[in-house]
């Protein structure tokens, strides 16, 4: 991942924003707003502000983007831990 400068998470705002203005534009899937956005780590909190005050198609798009990142984190933490403990031998 590229480095970014912060200042420019400030644009975050104003581009979730303009997209509770505009919710009937194609923005891409997920388009070049969504990966600007989506490098800041802390982006989800601004996210849900934005939902909060007006959810369209695709904020909540990528709300569920989230979501189905953060369970396939845990599906491959649980699928590591799996392979870890099973290549271990039960000794009595």
Known sequence: MEK???????AVEPILRFMEGHP???YGTPGYLVH???HFP???EKLMASIERQPTPHTEWMLNR???G??????????????RTSSRKCHS
């Open 70 to 83: 953060e369970r396939d984190a845990q599906k491959k933490a649980g699928s590591d831990f799996g392979s």
């Open 4 to 10: 970014r400068d912060p200042k420019s998470f400030e």
């Open 36 to 38: 600007f956005v989506e």
């Open 42 to 44: 802390a982006y989800e």
């Open 24 to 26: 009937d534009i194609e």
């Open 66 to 68: 989230v979501i189905n």
